[in-house]
């Protein structure tokens, strides 16, 4: 019997857990028998046999405790880890969240990632200086303009979503990259290679030795007659028209790293080359090289069509040897490889390269590089440096994500992002020029300071709004309807705030390619918000009419000048639905009782806008049908009568023209998606489309 307090009754001695007296270490020592003091009750102080048994064995009592050990520690394994503390000083810019941030570490490069973390650094040692490795969470090639790293998600409003902390979810299985697993998995219980091996990489091309060259044309497919000035002038084309935009490649770094990774020496080197890097890889090479020849098969048809015919096969099997074990540039190849399947062929490829985009969103999930990485860095398992590599290759697929939503007028793949640091602000990568590769098209632009770092953060920014209008019940079959037109006024007031926020306040001023599609993408996404709300009203001023229109009528400008400076055949995929969003509110004011003599100008040449995208994109020939044919049933009179004999389109109603014509067209318009048109348009005659 035990008292209230927890001692034993009177006359007896307290006992532990196990049932022993609780002697202390005097008490338990032989002594002279004697009476003791304690309420008159005569004990002998020698051991007594129940605390003799103390220092026996008890094979079922050490089982016990080995078992409830084991138990504790996979319910600690399980549970998610807190945090580690972050200092709450400074704060994003406003625009999205209007959170509080912690201060940012700033980023060596934007992809730097390798495959094996100790591979490049082995096999250099034997051609230049490596610096030993440091680990530490401040890059110092960006220390002086470290940029806020916001704490929470920049879009972490757009739903009820948990946000887990990924605590021990990244680990860096044997010698690969890191990559995640859950507490489900087996090989979250695996030894973690990175805890005593942190990542390690050059930022400098090896400098060949006598004997030693470049295999450039090691990972591309044999036999298409491919010359070394076609293959440079190629890979400059690429990376002047389309790497920059969502940063899809980091080509100074791609380019350092090819050379590296094809290095061939005479003298056999203790460590073998690596054959991928988080900026490198063969099925990337094959990508950056086939989008180029792309935009320039004119000049180039008999390598282009050499590519074409081998690209699907070889780029088939590279894929399976660089999934098995992917790092960040596996990731970035798996998204171009998609958008190589959207250039121009015999037919619509929007299906193969939506279902082939799914492969870069499972290598994602893989690489877990939509988890916060911060306390890898913090514990000296991961530079800084990979951290922000990994970062950069989340949001290249984030936004590429939410572009094929937008194109495909299906629901984004990824989730909403929640602690993933944005893309940092590197002045070096800023400051490195950009050059026209077009001798047909020099103009204010060339030369001009890249800023690519600058368009990637901020342009990232606008993504995240863009996420939050297509996941309103606008565009979203789950999208929640209650409190709507609030939830659409305030993103509007974010866009605002982006509008000012952001440094380009005159893009016809600095008209790199990237920056104007980033200028006509915040266009977009206004278009989007409040061509709803067309014929509605709504308390916002001006009205979402007026809005529409300012919205159509910068794209049309910016469309003229990027025409004028770098050509529009070299544009990215994503001016198809930029072209066509702006033109369905041409129509839309030409329909209406405000006409002005721009709109129809402007309509015909959004024509010719995607009449030049689709010598590229087979999508935007697409696209070129649609608006051939809604303005030949919608406004029959402004159609040149040297086109032809109009076509009836079975997908677009034929109305009399009255004044309810502008709202029926609306209603159409906001009921028909974009394929539903074309499959009225396959029988269109091909004259009337350029």
């Given at each position: 019997?035990?008292?209230?307090?927890?001692?034993?009754?009177?006359?007896?001695?307290?006992?532990?857990?196990?049932?022993?007296?609780?002697?202390?270490?005097?008490?338990?020592?032989?002594?002279?028998?004697?009476?003791?003091?304690?309420?008159?009750?005569?004990?002998?102080?020698?051991?007594?046999?129940?605390?003799?048994?103390?220092?026996?064995?008890?094979?079922?009592?050490?089982?016990?405790?080995?078992?409830?050990?084991?138990?504790?520690?996979?319910?600690?394994?399980?549970?998610?880890?807190?945090?580690?503390?972050?200092?709450?000083?400074?704060?994003?810019?406003?625009?999205?969240?209007?959170?509080?941030?912690?201060?940012?570490?700033?980023?060596?490069?934007?992809?730097?990632?390798?495959?094996?973390?100790?591979?490049?650094?082995?096999?250099?040692?034997?051609?230049?200086?490596?610096?030993?490795?440091?680990?530490?969470?401040?890059?110092?090639?960006?220390?002086?303009?470290?940029?806020?790293?916001?704490?929470?998600?920049?879009?972490?409003?757009?739903?009820?979503?948990?946000?887990?902390?990924?605590?021990?979810?990244?680990?860096?299985?044997?010698?690969?990259?890191?990559?995640?697993?859950?507490?489900?998995?087996?090989?979250?219980?695996?030894?973690?290679?990175?805890?005593?091996?942190?990542?390690?990489?050059?930022?400098?091309?090896?400098?060949?030795?006598?004997?030693?060259?470049?295999?450039?044309?090691?990972?591309?497919?044999?036999?298409?007659?491919?010359?070394?000035?076609?293959?440079?002038?190629?890979?400059?084309?690429?990376?002047?028209?389309?790497?920059?935009?969502?940063?899809?490649?980091?080509?100074?770094?791609?380019?350092?790293?090819?050379?590296?990774?094809?290095?061939?020496?005479?003298?056999?080197?203790?460590?073998?080359?690596?054959?991928?890097?988080?900026?490198?890889?063969?099925?990337?090479?094959?990508?950056?090289?086939?989008?180029?020849?792309?935009?320039?098969?004119?000049?180039?048809?008999?390598?282009?069509?050499?590519?074409?015919?081998?690209?699907?096969?070889?780029?088939?099997?590279?894929?399976?040897?660089?999934?098995?074990?992917?790092?960040?540039?596996?990731?970035?190849?798996?998204?171009?490889?998609?958008?190589?399947?959207?250039?121009?062929?015999?037919?619509?490829?929007?299906?193969?390269?939506?279902?082939?985009?799914?492969?870069?969103?499972?290598?994602?999930?893989?690489?877990?590089?939509?988890?916060?990485?911060?306390?890898?860095?913090?514990?000296?398992?991961?530079?800084?440096?990979?951290?922000?590599?990994?970062?950069?290759?989340?949001?290249?697929?984030?936004?590429?994500?939410?572009?094929?939503?937008?194109?495909?007028?299906?629901?984004?793949?990824?989730?909403?992002?929640?602690?993933?640091?944005?893309?940092?602000?590197?002045?070096?990568?800023?400051?490195?020029?950009?050059?026209?590769?077009?001798?047909?098209?020099?103009?204010?632009?060339?030369?001009?300071?890249?800023?690519?770092?600058?368009?990637?953060?901020?342009?990232?920014?606008?993504?995240?709004?863009?996420?939050?209008?297509?996941?309103?019940?606008?565009?979203?079959?789950?999208?929640?309807?209650?409190?709507?037109?609030?939830?659409?006024?305030?993103?509007?007031?974010?866009?605002?705030?982006?509008?000012?926020?952001?440094?380009?306040?005159?893009?016809?001023?600095?008209?790199?390619?990237?920056?104007?599609?980033?200028?006509?993408?915040?266009?977009?996404?206004?278009?989007?918000?409040?061509?709803?709300?067309?014929?509605?009203?709504?308390?916002?001023?001006?009205?979402?009419?007026?809005?529409?229109?300012?919205?159509?009528?910068?794209?049309?400008?910016?469309?003229?000048?990027?025409?004028?400076?770098?050509?529009?055949?070299?544009?990215?995929?994503t001016l198809i639905p930029i072209v066509f969003g702006a033109a369905t509110v041409y129509l839309l004011r030409?329909?209406?009782?405000?006409?002005?003599?721009?709109?129809?100008?402007?309509?015909?040449?959004?024509?010719?806008?995607?009449?030049?995208?689709?010598?590229?994109?087979?999508?935007?020939?697409?696209?070129?049908?649609?608006?051939?044919?809604?303005?030949?049933?919608?406004?029959?009179?402004?159609?040149?009568?040297?086109?032809?004999?109009?076509?009836?389109?079975?997908?677009?109603?034929?109305?009399?023209?009255?004044?309810?014509?502008?709202?029926?067209?609306?209603?159409?318009?906001?009921?028909?998606?974009?394929?539903?048109?074309?499959?009225?348009?396959?029988?269109?005659?091909?004259?009337?489309?350029?």
């Amino acid at each position: 019997m035990t008292r209230p307090d927890g001692y034993a009754p009177t006359g007896t001695r307290p006992r532990d857990e196990d049932g022993n007296h609780e002697l202390d270490e005097a008490e338990a020592q032989p002594q002279s028998p004697k009476r003791s003091k304690r309420s008159g009750v005569k004990h002998i102080s020698r051991a007594c046999d129940s605390c003799k048994s103390r220092s026996k064995p008890n094979p079922v009592k050490d089982l016990r405790n080995r078992i409830d050990s084991l138990m504790e520690l996979l319910s600690q394994k399980s549970a998610p880890l807190a945090p580690p503390p972050v200092s709450t000083s400074g704060s994003i810019p406003p625009g999205l969240t209007g959170e509080q941030s912690q201060p940012a570490e700033p980023q060596h490069s934007l992809a730097v990632e390798a495959e094996a973390p100790t591979d490049i650094a082995d096999f250099l040692a034997g051609l230049i200086t490596v610096p030993p490795p440091v680990a530490t969470t401040i890059s110092p090639d960006c220390a002086a303009t470290s940029q806020a790293r916001s704490t929470v998600s920049p879009v972490a409003n757009l739903g009820n979503r948990p946000v887990a902390y990924s605590g021990d979810r990244l680990k860096r299985p044997e010698i690969g990259s890191v990559m995640q697993f859950g507490p489900t998995s087996l090989w979250s219980y695996a030894r973690d290679s990175a805890e005593h091996r942190p990542y390690t990489a050059s930022a400098a091309a090896p400098d060949l030795l006598p004997g030693d060259w470049i295999d450039w044309a090691r990972p591309l497919p044999p036999n298409i007659n491919l010359s070394k000035t076609v293959h440079d002038a190629a890979l400059a084309i690429f990376g002047a028209y389309i790497g920059a935009w969502c940063m899809v490649v980091d080509m100074p770094t791609f380019m350092r790293d090819l050379d590296i990774c094809n290095l061939v020496t005479r003298q056999p080197r203790p460590s073998p080359p690596p054959t991928r890097t988080g900026a490198y890889s063969p099925l990337l090479h094959n990508c950056v090289l086939y989008l180029g020849l792309h935009l320039r098969r004119d000049d180039w048809p008999d390598v282009a069509q050499a590519m074409d015919a081998v690209m699907d096969e070889h780029c088939a099997a590279l894929v399976m040897g660089e999934t098995e074990d992917p790092n960040t540039s596996t990731l970035l190849a798996l998204t171009l490889f998609a958008t190589c399947l959207n250039v121009r062929k015999t037919s619509s490829s929007r299906n193969t390269g939506y279902i082939h985009f799914g492969m870069a969103f499972a290598s994602l999930q893989a690489l877990g590089v939509n988890i916060s990485s911060d306390h890898l860095v913090a514990s000296g398992s991961m530079t800084a440096a990979e951290r922000d590599a990994r970062n950069a290759s989340y949001w290249t697929v984030f936004q590429q994500d939410a572009l094929r939503a937008v194109a495909a007028g299906r629901p984004p793949m990824l989730g909403a992002p929640t602690d993933v640091s944005l893309p940092c602000i590197d002045p070096v990568i800023d400051a490195a020029p950009w050059y026209s590769v077009n001798p047909s098209k020099i103009g204010i632009s060339n030369g001009l300071s890249g800023m690519r770092s600058t368009v990637f953060h901020w342009s990232a920014r606008l993504h995240c709004i863009l996420r939050k209008v297509l996941d309103t019940s606008l565009y979203s079959v789950i999208g929640d309807a209650s409190n709507r037109d609030v939830r659409v006024v305030a993103i509007a007031h974010e866009l605002e705030t982006w509008t000012r926020e952001q440094p380009f306040s005159r893009p016809t001023s600095y008209p790199l390619p990237h920056v104007l599609l980033m200028h006509m993408m915040s266009q977009l996404i206004q278009i989007y918000l409040f061509r709803p709300y067309y014929r509605s009203q709504l308390d916002i001023s001006p009205t979402p009419a007026e809005r529409c229109g300012q919205a159509a009528g910068t794209v049309a400008d910016l469309l003229r000048l990027y025409d004028a400076e770098h050509g529009l055949r070299n544009g990215v995929a994503t001016l198809i639905p930029i072209v066509f969003g702006a033109a369905t509110v041409y129509l839309l004011r030409l329909v209406s009782n405000e006409v002005e003599p721009r709109d129809l100008k402007n309509l015909e040449e959004s024509i010719r806008f995607m009449g030049e995208l689709a010598v590229t994109w087979i999508e935007a020939r697409r696209g070129l049908e649609v608006i051939n044919t809604l303005r030949s049933e919608w406004l029959p009179d402004s159609v040149d009568s040297s086109a032809g004999t109009r076509v009836q389109n079975p997908s677009v109603p034929v109305l009399d023209q009255s004044e309810e014509l502008p709202k029926e067209l609306h209603e159409w318009l906001m009921g028909t998606t974009y394929y539903d048109i074309l499959q009225g348009s396959e029988g269109l005659d091909p004259d009337l489309l350029f």
